[in-house]
């Protein structure tokens, strides 16, 4: 039985230290402290040892029971360590990476933060306000008198479903000026100063799709009312913007025009900035034109409950696409791919 024990011990030790990999050690493992293993076997015989000796016999089959398990944990060690250096071996530290592929802002996004940043540092809020609104908000309230011509100029898609007694139809908002009477609104309650510098930029709708045209674009409207508010006020943020935007070397001008919602009135343009004021194929004599402008129409104060004899102020509405093209100076010939999800495009900003 002594011997029996000591060459189950020597053989489990010899297949320990041969064992190449942890499979083949667990094989090993099986095979002699298993249920039906060498060694577990011969323990059980252990009882058919005479009385006398059977003591000598368990220590020694303990020992090599021991002496086996210590041998297993060892080698163990060895090969898991051996396997994880394989796997570093397989890796080359010093090839140059894989790059996950990065995306930006659309350019249209990038457009909007620059214009916000712009007229955020002259202490313009930006707000927000319904891009379905109602028609009052769009047209009535902006002294456009129902059925007026006027109106046909804002080429309006009508949600067909509701009409309200009082606001009218419901419309997708054919510019941000229906954001004007909802600030001023916003700005009177619970005020007894009037104070308002407002920067809205939102989504506007309009039944059109051409090569300069997108059915939705974007606007930003500038809507100033104060004490005092002049022309000189609105002429100097322009200048201001212009600079800022499109960079020191171009000009704003303001033109004579009509809108039903400011008296007086202005287009206002910027000299091109391929031929800075020269002329050329791009421009009309050397200017590009930028939107609407003029001084709050007395009616619209009204509309939003602000005092036309103590308080004054100024309104634009500007193109974000179009102020983004006039500073690119770019010959896209159909604007339209803008929002065709184009990455040959897109990926050039
Ligand atoms: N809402 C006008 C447009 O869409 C622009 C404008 C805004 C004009 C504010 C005057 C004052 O054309």
């Known amino acids: 039985m002594e011997e029996e024990l000591i060459g189950i011990k020597n053989a489990a030790l010899s297949f320990i230290l041969e064992a190449k990999d942890l499979e083949s050690l667990e094989e090993t493992k099986l095979q002699f402290l298993g249920r039906s293993g060498k060694l577990t076997l011969a323990i059980k015989e252990i009882t058919k040892v005479p009385v006398e000796k059977r003591k000598e016999i368990g220590i020694l089959a303990n020992e090599v029971k021991?002496?086996?398990?210590?041998?297993?944990?060892?080698?163990?060690?060895?090969?898991?360590?051996?396997?994880?250096s394989a796997l570093f071996e397989k890796i080359d530290v010093?090839?140059?990476?894989?790059?996950?592929?990065?995306?930006?802002?659309?350019?249209?996004?990038?457009?909007?933060?620059?214009?916000?940043?712009?007229?955020?540092?002259?202490?313009?809020?930006?707000?927000r306000y319904p891009e379905v609104d109602w028609d009052y908000y769009a047209f009535?309230?902006?002294?456009?008198?129902?059925?007026?011509?006027?109106?046909?100029?804002?080429?309006?898609?009508?949600?067909?479903?509701?009409?309200?007694p009082k606001m009218g139809k419901i419309v997708l908002i054919p510019h941000t000026s229906s954001g004007q009477v909802r600030e001023m609104e916003r700005a009177k309650a619970g005020q007894k100063e009037i104070s308002i510098k407002m920067l809205?930029?939102?989504?506007?709708?309009?039944?059109?799709?051409?090569?300069?045209?997108?059915?939705?674009f974007h606007q930003f409207e500038g809507l100033v009312i104060g004490k005092d508010i002049s022309i000189v006020h609105l002429k100097g943020t322009l200048?201001?913007?212009?600079?800022?935007?499109?960079g020191k070397d171009r000009k704003s001008r303001i033109r004579p025009y009509h809108f039903q919602f400011t008296e007086p009135s202005f287009e206002v343009d910027v000299t091109c900035g391929v031929c800075l004021g020269k002329g050329c194929k791009l421009c009309k004599a050397g200017w590009l034109e930028?939107?609407?402008?003029?001084?709050v129409h007395p009616n619209v104060l009204k509309a939003g409950g602000i005092d036309s004899k103590k308080y004054t102020g100024f309104a634009f509405g500007w193109g974000v696409e179009r102020v983004l093209m006039m500073k690119q100076g770019l010959e896209i010939d159909d604007l339209r791919i803008?929002?065709?999800?184009?990455?040959r495009f897109l990926k050039q900003f």
């Open 140 to 164: 009535s309230a902006l002294n456009f008198p129902q059925n007026h011509p006027a109106r046909d100029e804002w080429e309006t898609f009508f949600v067909k479903s509701y009409e309200d």
């Open 338 to 343: 803008l929002y065709s999800n184009d990455l």
């Open 94 to 127: 010093t090839n140059p990476g894989i790059k996950p592929p990065l995306g930006h802002l659309h350019l249209v996004t990038q457009a909007i933060e620059e214009i916000s940043e712009i007229f955020e540092r002259i202490g313009f809020e930006r707000v």
């Open 200 to 216: 809205n930029i939102a989504k506007c709708y309009r039944r059109q799709s051409d090569v300069s045209h997108t059915p939705m």
């Open 290 to 295: 930028l939107g609407g402008a003029g001084m």
């Open 66 to 84: 021991n002496t086996i398990e210590e041998a297993l944990k060892r080698q163990e060690k060895i090969l898991s360590q051996k396997k994880k």
């Open 239 to 246: 200048d201001y913007f212009v600079e800022s935007y499109f």
